[in-house]
């Protein structure tokens, strides 16, 4: 059934049964940029503060294992809002390609709105404008499937009209104000909201932006240590050493100690911006009347290396880059519970529209979590899958293990017993005991590859493509063309 069909029969099947069906939840929908798993007090993290996001979890289920479909915005992104892998989507990268909405799949915005819902977004957006409505020119008057809020301090994004630019740090102000606002007035239908900030992105200006300066402490004694896993202590592979040599104009490569301790100290204060800012949303719904009828979700749409094994940013397939937070809270429910439950992106779209009452398609890749957050029985899958292109590889998460798969250079495979070693400090696979687990999850991959029409190395094609068309000279963008 083509999306279009979908979504009709949906509008006409759904409509009847509107005034029979109990009260829908509404749905609050809170995303940070480049947020790692272990940025949150509640997670154990001496070195940064986060109490709104930590009142959330301790009322609400905290997923302590839950990745990204890819480790990088854009394709991470376009799976949050399609639950399919981005291979699936052709999205390869940040800049080619990227418009969510000509994929010719349904997406959640298009399919809660068909249930019943109004679906709103404020914040990045990045699939395909960045910044629709308080960055740059408005390109269309809705995103797919979410009626855009208008930005205070700007013009109404729907106008069309360029408006004053509002860059990082000081936009994500701009998107907590405009949910403030929306939650204040009344709303006679069921909503998604969905609120995006971009910090803590703004890390990937550092050491560049003077602001940061500013930031740092006058003691430098209260700079957070070296990450433990700062040094490997195993056989890396090869494309990794290369990444550090080559990220261009950050050389971070040869950064000293103390610019690694600053990096973190900046990374972590951002993290504590964006909870403010959430807060301020929070606190607005607690004071509304949809405080008794909304759930709260929280996630990112990737981690940040921080140090970790020398790297920084995002991308790879370590815990820090690939794992992020997700915290739901359900309206009525107090207590908090941390589960190891293997969960993904990819399961936030069917898990909405279920507490919706709306029909799943039945290609959506990930799983509704409604029944584990509900207290009844629960099928936890096998594995999550994610990929990345820059570099390229596949990986494939048990509840043990982790297996990594890349496609070029030397030692591109890596296996890690998360149990034993959560810092993935220790590739195994050269381990003769666990020849056996290994060539399990390299089926595993095989399958889900094959699953997914997933040809691994048609991405390298894409990819290249992508950094040609990224180079300023036109000799780079002659070559793209001829590909």
């Known amino acids: 059934m083509r999306p279009a069909q979908l979504i009709a029969w949906l509008m006409f099947g759904l409509a009847d049964l509107a005034a029979a069906e109990p009260t829908k939840p509404n749905i609050l929908f809170l995303i940070t940029d480049q947020h790692m798993a272990d ?14 996001l930590d009142k959330l979890a301790a009322r609400g289920v905290r997923f302590t294992r ?40 349904p997406t959640m915005g298009e399919l809660m709105r068909a249930g019943g819902y109004e679906t709103y977004y404020a914040g990045k ?28 301090g700007g013009k109404d994004p ?22 403030v606002k929306f939650l204040e007035a009344k709303h006679p239908k069921p909503f998604l909201l969905t609120v995006s900030l971009l910090n803590p992105h703004d890390i990937c200006e550092f050491p560049y932006f003077e602001g940061f ?27 990794l050493h290369s990444e550090k040599e080559n990220r261009g104009a950050w050389s971070y490569g040869r950064w000293t100690e103390r610019q690694w301790r600053q990096y973190q100290w900046v990374y972590y204060r951002l993290v504590e911006s964006s909870d403010r800012l959430l807060g301020q949303v929070i606190d607005a719904l607690e004071r509304s009347a949809f405080k008794d009828n ?43 519970v941390n589960t190891r439950s293997l969960t993904s992106g990819l399961d936030l779209m069917p898990t909405f529209l ?90 595993l991959l095989a399958k889900w590859m094959a699953d997914t029409k997933d040809e691994f190395k048609k991405g390298s094609e894409t990819l290249a493509q992508i950094k040609a068309r990224e180079e300023s000279d036109e000799d780079g963008k002659a070559k793209a063309k001829k590909k």
């Not at 949150?40 to 109490?51: E, R």
């Not at 957006?125 to 995103?143: D, I, M, N, Q």
């Not at 749409?301 to 794992?323: F, N, P, Q, T, V």
């Not at 936890?380 to 820059?390: G, K, L, R, Y």
Request: proline content about 9%; aromatic content about 8%.
């Open 125 to 152: 957006w990045h699939v395909h404008e960045a910044f629709p409505g308080y960055a740059t020119v408005a390109k269309r008057r809705t995103l797919p499937g979410f009626e855009l809020l208008p930005m205070e």
């Open 294 to 336: 909304t759930l709260i979700v929280f996630t990112s749409d990737h981690g940040e290396m921080l140090g970790s094994h020398r790297l920084i940013s995002k991308e790879k397939l370590y815990e820090e880059s690939a794992s992020v937070p997700l915290i739901f809270a359900l309206p009525g429910k107090t207590g908090a």
């Open 354 to 443: 279920d507490f919706a009452g709306v029909p799943r398609p039945v290609e959506l890749r990930g799983h509704s979590l409604r029944p584990l957050l509900e207290g009844q029985a629960y099928q936890e899958p096998a594995f999550v899958a994610a990929e990345s292109f820059d570099p390229e590889a596949r990986m494939i998460r048990t509840s043990r293990y982790k297996y990594i798969k890349y496609t070029y250079g030397e030692n591109t495979e890596q296996f890690f017993d998360l149990d034993q070693d959560p810092h993935e400090r220790r590739n195994l696979i050269a381990q003769p005991e666990l020849v056996a687990e290994i060539e399990r999850h390299r089926a």
């Open 66 to 105: 839950n990745y990204v479909a890819n480790p990088l915005c854009v394709p991470s992104r376009a799976s949050l809002f399609s639950s399919r892998m981005p291979h699936e989507l052709g999205i390869y990268g940040n800049t080619l390609g990227t418009d969510l909405a000509g994929k010719g799949v």
């Open 213 to 239: 300066k500013t930031m740092l402490p006058a003691d430098e004694s209260a700079l957070p240590p070296l990450r433990p896993n700062a040094q490997d202590t195993t056989v890396v592979p090869s494309v």
């Open 39 to 52: 940025a949150l007090s509640c997670a154990g993290n001496p070195y940064v503060k986060t109490p709104n």
């Open 158 to 179: 729907r106008a069309g009209d360029k408006k004053t630019e509002q860059k990082s740090p000081q936009c994500d102000p701009f998107v907590a104000m405009a949910a």
